[in-house]
């Protein structure tokens, strides 16, 4: 479980961190310090959990490393490129190509039927029209939701929807899956089989980096980062000052 | 990043609301259709009055007898004709700019013939008086110099009266009563249908100016006429040299002016008016009467235009305003599309393309309903609609232009946002 450094069938670091922080509406009386001189790196092909108590930092962890957020202090680089260099523009394109999200509130968009929820990031992927719905259908059938292609995000379950999510995130096959809470609404039947989902997607190769606050779930990765009041705790790496 | 899925995104979020899409549109249906009316109505008058000036001719001048200036062709009622016929000649004689004079006079009543007769109006012409006006004849020869020179009983026929009386029979050398006079027909003006101002230009009939002076507006009565030469006569009868009208033509166009205010300085002398008073007679300057019209016509087609464009930029804030609330209403779904990889850019495309087609499906409509109400107001009012393609594309540029300039905004908010914030909604 503790860093043994880079796997040796996969030693390139995809995510690479290095003193980074975080502050919210810094200079203003409603400021937060979020994250403080957080540093780990992530290797492609690895598995990692990322523990932590309610309002550790763990989701502002995520935003920053998907390149959703760009951080106050320190350095991330993504597959090597760093990322405060980059305009929104090329963020969204870093997104696209290597990052696929599960939010720890689903997000699906209301009016679209979960096939068509599914579908969009392909939609931005540029894949053609007449390929989008197979392969929407089948990441929906791989969660276990064929017969639910048709339904709206309203008309499904919470655990339905979370699965809907994971579908989205997973279309697009990307590098890295970046996973907030994705077992939090399933019965632990239906969980297991998304870790599982997980530790396939490792075994081919993707980065899979899971956030939760269960030891149970945290057990199935290769490794743990702990994190508690913004700092991490447990499985950091050791960098330059 | 495709076209056609931006468009179809758009389009998905327009039917999401239709009933608030087709409102916002509304604005821009409304404009743009009234720009096509008020336009194509402008249009219709601008064209209508160079048609007038085309048949008018621009080297044209006309005098009236009463100072009424600058009210229309109207004639002051009641007053005695201050013109005379030596006016029309001191007029050719002493302005050498001046091409050709006619003077006529002007009255009506019966005109008969056989079994069947006809009220029309009837002008008594000097000789160039045809030329003048561009009157051609369809048949017979018309008057000779002998009819000018000695009140000769001849007539020529407008081609209204002409049918009126003859039908399809022979008119030329028949024999018809005006006010009782009987007349020899001489010939049979060619039609010129409509007047610039309304009426039919071929009910009339013609006859030499002293012809009308003598027989007609002596009204068929020779004691009357003998009377006027020694005691006061009776008030309706004209003193025998004057005339209604006198119209002068100039060689070239660019002399207009010049001749017209040569005319005035000669009547002026010869009717003796002292400086500081006013004319007892008007130049009139046809063509600068059209021009004048024209500008005002113009400057009516502006403020329309105006107006109807006034309404096209309240229709364009109405899709800022419903894009930005829709951008508010929407900012969970623009965080998604960024997490899932839409960038700014894609963002912004498709709130545009959601403005556009707001802006451009309403133009669609506005244009149909305009060509409706264009073509409505042709057939069913008096004014004069001219629909060129032209405005279809103005209309068309316009509305795409309010797209782009009222969707933009709201379009780059959408596409700034910051896609943690947008998520956290
Ligand atoms: N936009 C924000 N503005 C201000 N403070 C924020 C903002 N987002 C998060 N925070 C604060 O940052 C801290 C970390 O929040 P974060 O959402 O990362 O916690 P978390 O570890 O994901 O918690 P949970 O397990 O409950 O999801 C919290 O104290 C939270 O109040
Ligand atoms: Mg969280």
Redesign the pocket.
Known sequence: MDAGGPRPEAPVPVIQVEHLGKV??PGTP?E?R?LSDVSFRIDGGEFVAIM??????????MNLIGCLDTPSEGRYLCDGVDVATLDAEQRARLRLAKIGFVF?GFHLLPRMSALENVMLPLVYAGVPRAQREPIARQALADVGLADRAGHRPTELSGGQQQRVAIARALINAPPVLLA??PTGALDSRTGEEILALFERLRDAGHTVVL?T?EAGVAAHADRTLT?RD?RLVEGGAEVQP | MKHTDILGMALFALRGNWLRSILTALGVIIGIAAVIVMVSVGQGTQAELDRIMASLGSNRLEVFPGGGRGGGVRMAAGSLPSLTTGDMEAIRDEIPEVQYVAANVRGGGQVVFAERNWSTSWQGVSEDFMTVNDWRLDEGEGFTPRDYGTAGKSVVLGATVRRELFGEGEAVGATVRIAQVPMTVVGVLAAKGQTGWGGDADDVVMVPLDTARRRLLGAGNPAAAAAAATAARPAALMPTDRVNQITVTVARAEDLEFVQEEITTLLRQRHRIQPGAEDDFSVRNLSQMVATRTQTTRLMSLLLGAVASISLLVGGIGIMNIMLVSVTERIREIGLRMAVGGGPSSVRRQFLAEAMIISLGGGAIGIAIGIAGALATARFTDLPVVLDHNVILMATAFSVATGLFFGYYPARKASRLDP??AL?M
């Open positions: 919210y509406n409603g937060v979020a932590g108590p309610s309002g550790s930092g763990k989701s502002t962890l720890q907030d809470e956030i606050h994190i913004g | 943690i914030e956290r």
